[in-house]
T-cell receptor, first 114, second 112 residues
Framework: DQQVKQNSPSLSVQEGRISILNCDYT??????FLWYKKYPAEGPTFLIS?????DKNEDGRFTVFLNKSAKHLSLHIVPSQPGDSAVYFC?????????????FGKGTSLLVTP | KAGVTQTPRYLIKTRGQQVTLSCSPI?????VSWYQQTPGQGLQFLFE???????NKGNFPGRFSGRQFSNSRSEMNVSTLELGDSALYLC???????????FGPGTRLLVL
């Protein structure tokens, strides 16, 4: 059962424009969310996270929005750059639990064209 | 500071064999998690170790096992390999429960 879903397998955006990657989750116990970026032949790289007590977190060009009532989060990249082309994974965990078990979505492949 | 290292990077095995993968976490990190990535299922959590104890386990058969040593290095073992075990196996380490985890480059396993 996929508890974290990324319904868009791919997204193409022009350089300089905004990229919006979406993620939905079904488990209401999830209270900590993360985005990872992955290049081919490399492991995922942590980008940004958000706790369920917040609805927005910013880090430079990256902003994550969380809508708990809709069980939805999104990652905004502004402005998009060609180097942002990668697969983006959304992940969620139950932060109050001991341990660190991430539930991942299947990823969205972002292509930023010049 | 060196990142998470995984060995070997590539591995080819045949059905029925067993395999052991190794992960060396970032210095000072005591939590090590393992994930399996396949095209069909995406990234799935296998198990997590903290201070040599398994703290969490994903929904995988008993053929998948792991352990962690006193220096925090971890190994993952898969016995009686099946074709469906072909995947990228990723290891991630973190300092503690609330800390971000950092991934290694993975071991690509091909089962023929």
């Amino acid at each position: 059962d996929q508890q974290v879903k990324q319904n868009s397998p791919s997204l193409s955006v022009q350089e300089g424009r905004i990229s919006i990657l979406n993620c939905d989750y079904t488990n209401s116990m999830f209270d900590y969310f993360l985005w990872y970026k992955k290049y081919p032949a490399e492991g995922p790289t942590f980008l940004i996270s958000i706790s369920s007590i917040k609805d927005k977190n910013e880090d430079g060009r990256f902003t994550v929005f969380l809508n708990k009532s809709a069980k939805h989060l999104s990652l905004h990249i502004v402005p998009s750059q060609p180097g942002d082309s990668a697969v983006y994974f959304c992940a969620a965990k139950i932060d109050s639990n001991s341990g660190y078990a991430l539930n991942f979505g299947k990823g969205t492949s972002l292509l930023v064209t010049p | 500071k060196a990142g998470v290292t995984q060995t070997p990077r590539y591995l080819i095995k045949t059905r029925g064999q067993q395999v052991t993968l190794s992960c060396s976490p970032i210095s000072g990190h005591r939590s090590v998690s393992w994930y399996q990535q396949t095209p069909g299922q995406g990234l799935q959590f296998l198990f997590e170790y903290f201070s040599e104890t398994q703290r969490n386990k994903g929904n995988f058969p008993g053929r998948f096992s792991g352990r962690q040593f006193s220096n925090s290095r971890s190994e993952m073992n898969v016995s009686t390999l099946e074709l469906g075990d072909s995947a990228l196996y990723l290891c991630a380490s973190g300092r503690a429960q609330k800390e971000t985890q950092y991934f290694g480059p993975g071991t690509r396993l091909l089962v023929l």
